[in-house]
């Protein structure tokens, strides 16, 4: 065989590889979502925030459930906890800035491990909020701002939505579809 059938026939190999890759469907889009939000009974007062917008994403994408704050070493039921003065503060008065910390920190291992490109988060959770946050004071009060979990994932990449923002998170899932093919 010469030098010129031998490169044709690894072209055509190659090519014919291409093809089977192009005919193979999409890696499925990968989120990571707050697992309050899929129904475990997870929140401060051991009760859940299930949502079946939430849940319906599923049908679009894989959803990995995960909680930061017992990732993080909390147990539930606990004491609520806000953000202030840089920190996260149990209403008792005791500093869990650690516990939160240590939670986002898993939440980013888990997503980067499974490769998640986005989060579904709880809005106004000092872990998870996306938006809005409570200021601290434990009245109700809302503020701008990040949840500790949700800042972490967002400075490393992960497109962050709440669960108010589902039908914007199925227009991402559409469009990373389309990226992927």
């Given at each position: 065989m010469?030098?010129?059938e031998e490169k044709a026939g690894q072209s055509g190999k190659s090519m014919d590889c291409a093809k089977r890759k192009a005919d193979r469907p999409a890696r499925p889009v990968r989120i990571l979502?707050?697992?309050?939000?899929?129904?475990?009974?997870?929140?401060?007062?051991?009760?859940?925030?299930?949502r079946e917008?939430?849940?319906?994403?599923?049908?679009?994408?894989?959803?990995?459930?995960f909680c930061p704050e017992i990732y993080g070493g909390l147990m539930t039921?606990?004491?609520?906890?806000?953000?202030?003065d840089g920190g996260v503060f149990a209403k008792d008065g005791r500093d869990v800035t650690h516990q939160y910390m240590r939670g986002a920190a898993e939440a980013l291992k888990m997503a980067q491990l499974l490769g998640c490109q986005a989060a579904v988060l709880k809005e106004r959770?000092?872990?998870?909020?996306?938006?809005?946050?409570?200021?601290?004071t434990f009245t109700g009060t809302r503020i701008d701002g990040m949840g500790v979990t949700a800042r972490l994932l967002a400075e490393h990449?992960?497109?962050?939505?709440?669960?108010?923002?589902?039908?914007?998170?199925?227009?991402?899932?559409?469009?990373?579809g389309s990226e992927r093919r």
């Open positions: 010469s030098n010129i979502v707050s697992a309050c939000l899929m129904g475990a009974s997870c929140r401060y007062d051991g009760a859940d925030n299930g917008e939430v849940q319906a994403l599923g049908q679009r994408a894989v959803l990995v459930p039921p606990r004491m609520p906890s806000e953000i202030r959770s000092p872990s998870c909020g996306s938006h809005q946050i409570y200021d601290g990449g992960l497109r962050i939505f709440s669960e108010e923002e589902t039908e914007d998170c199925l227009r991402w899932i559409e469009e990373q």
